[in-house]
């Protein structure tokens, strides 16, 4: 059985992370991340990629993407950590990754999940103690769409954390539901369209302490229906 795709909707929104090796740092000072922000805004162009927001920490970047196909996307990122690396080996006389493997990118499923996408990047470094706004922070391009947009709603209670990567927690979501693809003999296109192994599957991913959302990213089954199965089997409540 086939690894899931990491995207499995079509959609032109991704939210992307690039850490660092072993989660090191890999912007040291402001020279380090303006170039990398530099580098960032010159190829966009080049591989017709918008940049809707962004935020440069230590050791990770976060990006939100907008791009008329995933191919387009990986040749933006892998040119863009590229070039970064190169420049950060040359300038620290060093050889070897800078990166931590591939970077990892997240589709953008609806409206609600987007914006809530792009609160949850600038409100990254509030969320890390370094400081009280968004607006204080010199790396991200919050003041600039401020600007452009106007102001960002609330961040919802639920979404604290919704964009948190958890390799292990992908990984094994992953497994479970191939495995459980497989044992059912079905793809995921069949299964979603049995409400009784919909109910199946979801209890189990739950049982696991898998998220909602990464239920929904993995299986491509909507989180609201998600939710109602899981309140109408007593598994959570309201």
Same mark, same amino acid.
């Given at each position: 059985m086939p690894r899931l795709p990491r995207n499995y909707f079509q959609t032109s929104f991704y939210h992307v992370i690039s850490q660092g090796i072993e989660k090191n740092f890999i912007f040291n000072d402001n020279n380090e991340i303006n170039? &990398? %922000?530099s580098f960032m805004k010159k190829l966009n162009v080049e591989y017709f990629v918008k940049i809707i927001a962004y935020c440069i920490m230590n050791n990770h970047a976060h990006l939100l993407l907008? !791009?008329?196909? !995933?191919t387009n996307l990986s040749?933006?990122?892998h040119r863009l950590n590229t070039k970064y690396a190169q420049y950060y080996n040359k300038k620290h006389n060093r050889v070897g990754f800078v990166f931590r493997n591939r970077f990892k990118s997240e589709g953008i499923l609806s409206e609600e999940y987007l914006y809530n996408c792009i609160n949850y990047i600038f409100y990254n470094p509030v969320k890390a103690g370094i400081c009280n706004h968004p607006k204080e922070y010199? &790396?991200?391009n919050y003041n600039e769409y401020i600007e452009q947009n106007g102001e960002i709603f609330q961040l919802q209670e639920e979404y604290n954390n919704f964009l948190e990567y958890e390799e292990d927690k992908e990984e094994k979501c992953i497994q %479970? !539901? #191939? #495995?459980?693809?497989?044992?059912k003999n079905r793809d995921m296109i069949q299964v979603s369209r049995n409400i009784e192994i919909i109910k199946e599957l !979801?209890? %189990?991913l739950k049982k696991n302490n898998i998220s909602l959302l990464l239920m929904e990213k993995i299986t491509g089954i909507n989180r609201k229906k998600i939710k109602k199965i899981l309140e109408d089997e007593n598994i959570i409540s309201l």
């Open positions: 170039k &990398y %922000i907008e !791009v008329n196909n !995933v040749a933006y990122m010199p &790396y991200s %479970i !539901v #191939n #495995n459980f693809l497989q044992d !979801v209890t %189990i």
